[in-house]
């Protein structure tokens, strides 16, 4: 690839990426650069989009599976961290920037009295990255709190404010997803004034929850598959409840199943785990093998909800 080279205060090269991942797994980055405000990031990108180098946008990295190889562009790390809360008649509007930590966002909702958070304790990873795949747990989503994003459009170097509606959010979907243009700045979110013990309460219970059916103390990635559609089960198995792509697993007789360090976790079918030296191809080939057996067994295409980091050459 010819040398592109970008005149960036702070910019750092041949940056490991393993690291910045909850999967602790991936090559290195050509260049690697920390955005700790709304100015650096757009700055970065507006950068890149005119040098014509390739970026990625990086958040917690605790859905991402990076390539051994790899990234020969702009790893863009998104860390402008802070959070407002301001009231608006019974309901209280929190801003927060979009590498502000979801367990930051919900342990301060909590000591303030505010609602609509508590699902999130547990689930790694910032307000941006929750955006963009509409993280969601214990039937909530992204969706239910969101009520405006502030958007940086790589196309048109526009900032911009993105409605609840503009954001297109469905299951473990959104715009942002969708085009990749779309770098997530900062959101407002709409939380509801509750009881402070029943907040800690509901926290406490969702995390046990968590640690009862979740392999803990693990490098992972959080649930490897989206669940199928209940259109998809229900007529499969002429059931009326929704099969999730963990018992789909299961029923293909792969829990405990290991290639090189990469493990199907024998305690939720739908998660990988790195054993400790689990390279990106061992994760790969596991996913691979996961979404022929289902296939093969089930007619049913499993989707990937984890995002890939893979060299763009
Ligand atoms: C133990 C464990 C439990 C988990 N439990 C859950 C769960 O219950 N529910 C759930 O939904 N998820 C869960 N996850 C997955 C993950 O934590 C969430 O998806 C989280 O929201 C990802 O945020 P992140 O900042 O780490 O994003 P990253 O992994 O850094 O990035 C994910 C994607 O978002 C994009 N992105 C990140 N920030 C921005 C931004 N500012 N603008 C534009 N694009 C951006 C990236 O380019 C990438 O494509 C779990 C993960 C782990 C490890």
Redesign the pocket.
Known sequence: MEEKKIALNGLKEDIPLAKF???NIGGRAKYFFEGNNKREIIKAVSLAKQEDLPF?????????LVDDKGYQGLVIK?QNSGLKIQKENSNFKVAAG??TS?SLLVSNAAENGLSGLEWTV????????????????FGK?MKDIVKEVEVFDAKDLQVKIYSLEDCRFDY?ESI??KD?N????SAVLELKKGEKKEIENKMKRYLSE?KKK?PMGFA????VFKNPSFAQTSRRFMTDRELSAGELIERCGLKGRSIGGAKISEKHAN?IINLGKAKFSDVRRLIDLIKKRVRSKFGIELEE???Y?EHPL
Request: glycine letters at 22%.
């Open positions: 991942t909850s999967f990625f946008i990086l958040g917690g990295g605790s859905n991402l998104i979009a590498g979801l547990g689930i790694p990873g910032t307000l941006g990255g929750a955006i963009y795949g509409n993280a969601g747990a989503s473990r942002f997803k990749k779309l770098i997530i700045l968590r979740q992972c990635a959080g649930s998660f909800e984890l995002q980091l």
